[in-house]
């Protein structure tokens, strides 16, 4: 089978744990062999393949839970929680990570919407979510297994990209399909606002000027916004921002500096939304993931 093949082919080039590159941009393999407990991060625009054991994220209390039945993919920035809480020795976590060219993406899914009749439209006008779990089809499994194929320096710099887009295109097709080709193609305006938003963390952005920024007015947005990300515009910004300030304070950067960078001016209110957020004052949260790391 495969799924089986394509196993093989990534337990030979990853022995430890850790994520390693292929060669090709944007695809990695990684391996885990411990628990790790979920925790905030920030998934950037992806398809995540699992291979043996089980990953989870959790956005906005819904916890996606998934294994080699399902790739996940987000095609959105979106403020996550996640972790691999059921890694171990005898089970490990294998899988490969894709980012999404938005260029490539975008290229992809306008070219599809201009063949008519090609590809089925959405029934519904809502939102697809930013977050979705699609089932392997043999057109991705075929094109993640020819894609994995190019192990050699040459071969991947040769074909590796017309390769990768033969497999954003199985995803296009796929059961993601529908909320990577609006997120992507014509009608990406809520896709547009999270980038917006994405790189002026630390600024003042309202949700005026994000609904502005796409043409829609404030009520429409909300709505739209809702729908794409779970959450309303605040929530999602706050989620951001506190998701980005845990991620550089468990890499070492100090409580005042990260709560600067992501936007906040007062230290204490900062405090106050972070323990909220995640149960835990900064500090707390620090000593914690310290303890974590080496533990690991």
């Known amino acids: 089978m495969i799924k089986h093949e394509i196993k093989q082919m990534v337990e030979k080039r990853i022995v430890n744990d ?50 080699n039945s399902q790739y996940l993919c987000c095609t959105v920035s979106l403020p996550v929680e996640a972790g691999t809480p059921e890694a171990s020795l005898e089970e490990p976590l294998l899988g490969v990570y894709i980012s999404l060219d938005i260029k490539v993406m975008t290229e992809l899914a306008i070219e599809m919407a201009s063949a008519k009749g090609l590809i089925k439209q959405p029934k519904s006008s809502s939102q697809p979510q930013g977050l979705s779990l699609a089932n392997w089809d043999d057109a991705f499994a075929d094109a993640l297994f020819r894609l994995l194929q190019l192990e050699s320096t040459m071969d991947a710099s040769i074909l590796g990209e017309s ?8 995803i296009l097709k796929g059961d ?19 980038e917006h938003l994405s ?23 909300h709505r739209k916004f809702k729908q794409a990300t779970r959450m309303s515009p605040i929530q999602f910004m706050k989620s951001m921002r506190l998701n980005k300030a845990a991620m550089t304070i468990a890499a070492g950067m100090n409580v005042s500096e990260a709560a600067m960078k992501v936007g906040y001016v007062s230290s ?16 707390q949260w620090s000593h914690s993931q310290a303890l974590l790391e080496n533990l690991s």
Not at 28 to 50: M, R
Request: aromatic letters at 10%.
């Open 18 to 67: 850790g994520m390693v590159e292929t060669g090709i941009k944007g695809v990695s393999l990684f391996k885990v062999t411990h628990a790790i407990p979920c925790a905030p991060a920030v998934y950037e625009p992806t398809v995540i393949v699992i291979l043996s054991g089980r990953k989870e994220a959790i956005l906005d209390g819904d916890r996606y839970i998934y294994d």
């Open 199 to 221: 790189m002026n963390l630390g600024k003042n952005v309202t949700i005026d000027q994000l609904a502005s920024l796409v043409g829609m007015s404030r009520a429409v947005f």
């Open 268 to 283: 204490s209110q900062f405090s106050r939304e972070f323990k909220r957020m995640y149960g835990q004052s900064p500090k």
């Open 176 to 194: 993601a399909g529908i909320s990577a080709r609006r997120a992507f193609g014509v009608g990406n305006e809520i896709a547009r606002s999270i």
């Open 163 to 170: 390769r990768l887009r033969e497999l954003y295109y199985a």
